[in-house]
């Protein structure tokens, strides 16, 4: 006998479910979690061997862009700090290093609209102020957003001492400016990777206390128990702190050992850390959605560089 969770507040009480094929009633219960309506027969074992999980949570990937735009909609503007140091804008721009840039400040040989600059820690706003060095105007580098299907085997890092195999090689011609990963995966985690050369929007993509939120679809060694199940729900705690997760349920249609989750935190290993602190092993993690973007129309180890819709949508969270 399976149980469902009562979600109201204060109760403890746990209602059984009809077995496997014969379910309760036609209509979904009011109190099942949305993840768990989300993952009723969305996956296959065919889809699995292909690495494949694009349409697993199409409705909950749909729902969670639906509540970022609302979220968005609800809170006041910020105003962006765009203004950038001088020496970096003009490295960014492929003139030099920093530190030469930083010598030919303080040489006068650089001017800020029309006049020259030599105070070091200058800063300017590269939409609006025109840069001249040896009389030429200096155009800024511009922002790449790459959104890459990671395969099996690849390490998320620019440089390897160890020359393994990194997802840098997996864009290698993709642009000409110098990008970088937004976060991690390891190397046996499949899925949603971006890299991009925006500091500004990395950095809030993986803050602490507002990450991005994430999707994984997990294959673990054994079948999860329930209330292992329901221990991730309240949260665990790690050797580096508590491991909160918005949503967490099996996939219907497979075993028990087929789980979709849900969260927000972004620590390294975070999903195999927490099954492994309960005694399970993950033999399988696939990212099948990470800040609103989906696998739609993207093969394992490919790229696409993001709409200026899906740039917009990724500021706005």
């Not at 006068?108 to 800063?123: D, H, K, M, S």
């Not at 985690?189 to 890299?195: S, V």
């Not at 092993?281 to 959605?289: F, K, P, S, W």
Request: hydrophobic share 30%; glycine share 8%; net charge positive.
């Amino acid at each position: 006998m399976t149980y469902r969770r009562d979600k109201r507040k204060g109760s403890g009480n746990k209602t059984p479910f009809a077995r496997e094929g014969k379910p309760n009633s036609n209509q979904p219960s009011e109190s099942e979690s949305p993840l768990k309506k989300d993952l009723k027969d969305k996956s296959s074992y065919d889809a699995f061997k292909d690495r494949n999980f694009g349409s697993h949570f199409k409705k909950l990937q749909k729902r969670n862009i639906d509540q970022n735009k609302k979220q968005v909609q609800n809170q006041p503007a910020e105003k962006e700090d765009k203004l950038i140091r001088l020496n970096k804008f003009l490295a960014h721009a492929g003139i030099c290093s920093r530190r030469e840039a930083d010598e030919l400040i303080r040489q006068g040989l650089v001017e800020v609209n029309g006049t020259i600059v030599t105070e070091l820690g200058t800063r300017i706003d590269p939409e609006k102020d025109i840069v001249r060095y040896g009389g030429s105007i200096v155009r800024g580098e511009r922002k790449v957003y790459i959104l890459l299907n990671k395969p099996k085997g690849y390490i998320t890092t620019t440089k390897d001492e160890k020359a393994r195999k990194n997802v840098m090689e997996l864009v290698a011609g993709a642009c000409k400016e110098r990008i970088y990963p937004v976060g991690r995966l390891d190397r046996q985690t499949t899925g949603l990777l971006l890299l991009t050369n925006d500091g500004e929007l990395a950095k809030k993509l993986t803050h602490p206390s507002h990450g991005a939120p994430k999707l994984y679809y997990a294959i673990l060694d054994k079948n999860v128990a329930p209330g292992d199940m329901e221990k991730i729900r309240r949260g665990i705690i790690l050797e580096d702190g508590p491991a909160p997760v918005d949503e967490i349920e099996y996939v219907e249609g497979k075993d028990r050992n087929h789980v979709g989750i849900r969260l927000h935190i972004g620590r390294n290993r975070i999903v195999r850390r927490i099954f492994q602190h309960l005694g399970y092993e993950v033999i399988a993690l696939d990212r099948t959605m990470f800040a609103g973007l989906t696998k739609k129309n993207l093969p394992r180890g490919h790229y696409r560089f993001l709409t200026e819709k899906e740039i917009g949508m990724l500021k706005m969270l």
